[in-house]
């Protein structure tokens, strides 16, 4: 959602701390001088921030390594806790894994994007590790390795697109991102210091893909990164490399190596991981979840569904009415707290096929209600069904799906990820053909390359044609 006033306004470096609409403009293409002043109030605010990234090029290398090491011994004793017979340590519930993927939406959606800007300097040998990294953040516009794809993707398949509506801090980083991403020229070496610390292989990565696989939740987007931030040839080791082409070598190299630790502490701002992830509340995520679905839901049902003496339009009509209604569904009988939900009569209402409210909850929100059920009112555990974990369903799968027939035409990238629909083939068919048109009528491969990189921006580089350019620019570029 566009915020125009906001693009419009000039760089005052006062009144842009409101993330989500810094960060809704700059996806849509804000005027350069709001990201910059962005950057400039984030990075005074920064400033204290403590920062344990060495001083010299020469000690960053040992420092990423003992940084992997120390990450790895962690990692192992949180595996022996589990054998041991240790609660998960993040997600209690599968509707707090589901939250957290909504949580960080916001900045998944942008991944990559601060090393946007620095695609202009395709010519440049010094720039092309920071490139290559960006170029693997959007799998090579290969649509199943597309990183922004792939979450995207993810959200959809839980019913967790709906993340518009997270507090502001949810909104910084991908805020940071967007405006790095439109001010690559004047904030060089922040943006490097920025992508160093992004791309540093965190604890946190490993638990959670860990967790979500146990939860029936496909990891991917994680362990795909768990592989590509790796400190030996992965981007944790391209960033440091991007740096040492970047820095200046007749300039003033320590001031620029200031202005990298400043970029640095960037990652520290906003909501972080644990901290998204416990920001988690069931009973008012419940809540809020049902108070929002009433308003489309306050005029949808007959009078003669009554609880407590009163319609049930009656109760949807005023949100703040919620918790009072789900306390009367409880003594009425029509929900059982701390039992398997299918001993509620209001979870057989909404789920099944054959459910009379079929469809009215998405996924993310089923799990919400089923969560909320079998936990017993005022706390305790709750009396979670097991689920199998991702990789067991997809064994399952696997065996179920028949092999491939020859009669079948091989199913390439394209064919694969585009949708059956006939007219948006077509439409998606014909935006390909006209951006070969006008590759094909560009004066000079400079021209060609600014097309592209158009393209390859933040909020287009996941499209049809956006996946396109980045498969022109990658071969144009090597
Ligand atoms: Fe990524």
């Known amino acids: 959602m566009p915020d125009t006033a906001l693009a419009q306004r000039p760089a005052s ?44 090029l020469d000690e960053m290398g040992q420092w990423i390594a003992r940084h992997t090491d120390a990450v790895g011994t962690e990692y192992r004793a949180y595996l022996a806790a589990r054998k041991s017979g240790a609660p998960r340590r993040y997600f209690k519930t599968r509707s707090q894994a589901l ?16 090393l946007y800007g620095v695609l202009d300097r395709w010519q440049d040998p010094d720039y092309q590790a920071l490139i290559r990294i960006y170029l693997e953040e959007l799998g090579n516009g290969v649509p199943d ?41 004047d904030f060089l070496p922040e943006l490097v210091g920025y992508n160093l610390g992004y791309e ?21 987007y994680f362990t795909l990164h768990v592989t590509v931030d790796n400190a030996d040839t992965g981007h944790a080791h391209t960033a440091l490399e991007g740096l040492k082409r970047v820095l200046p ?29 416990a920001s988690f509340d069931l009973e008012r995520e419940t809540v809020a979840m049902l108070a929002a679905k009433a308003a489309v839901g306050k005029n949808m049902h007959s009078d003669y569904c009554r609880v407590a003496g009163r319609t049930i339009n009656d109760w949807l009509a005023d949100p703040a009415q919620i918790p009072q209604f789900l306390e009367k569904l409880e003594q009425q009988g029509w929900i059982r707290r701390g039992e398997p939900a299918e001993n509620s009569r209001f979870w057989k209402l909404i789920h099944g096929e054959r459910a009379e409210m079929f469809g009215v909850f998405s996924a993310y929100e089923q799990q919400l209600l089923e969560d909320w059920i079998v936990t017993p009112r005022g706390g305790g555990e709750p009396q979670i069904a097991r689920v199998p974990s991702h990789r067991a369903l997809r064994r399952s799968l696997d065996t179920l799906e028949s092999p491939p027939s020859r009669n079948n035409a091989p199913r390439g990238v394209i064919r694969h990820t585009f949708p059956a629909d006939e007219h948006a083939w077509q439409t998606i068919g014909c935006e390909l053909r006209l951006l070969e048109a006008q590759l094909a009528a560009t004066a000079s491969k400079d021209e060609a390359m600014a097309l592209l990189i158009g393209l390859m921006a933040p909020n287009q580089h996941h499209t049809s044609a956006g996946l396109m350019a980045t498969r022109v620019f990658t071969r144009l570029a090597q």
């Open 249 to 277: 070598r007749v300039g003033d190299s320590a001031a620029f190596l200031r202005r990298v630790a400043d970029g640095f502490r960037l990652n520290d701002l906003g909501i972080g991981t644990v901290e998204a992830i």
């Open 200 to 220: 540093q292989l965190p604890l946190h990565l490993l638990i959670t893909s860990y967790e979500l696989n146990e939860l029936g939740i496909d990891p991917y």
């Open 99 to 114: 939250y957290f993927l909504k949580a960080v939406a916001p900045t998944k959606l942008v991944d990559g994007a601060w």
């Open 13 to 56: 470096g006062t009144d842009l701390g409101d993330a989500k609409a810094v960060y809704h403009a700059l996806y849509e293409g804000a005027d350069p001088a709001v990201a910059a002043s962005y950057l400039e109030d984030r990075l005074a605010e920064a400033a204290t921030l403590p920062c344990d990234l060495p001083a010299t």
């Open 145 to 185: 390795k597309n990183h922004v794809t792939i979450y995207r993707k993810l959200l959809e398949q839980h019913g967790c697109e709906h993340w518009q509506g997270l507090p502001e801090p949810h909104f910084v980083q991908g805020a940071i991102q967007l405006a790095l991403a439109a001010s690559a020229d």
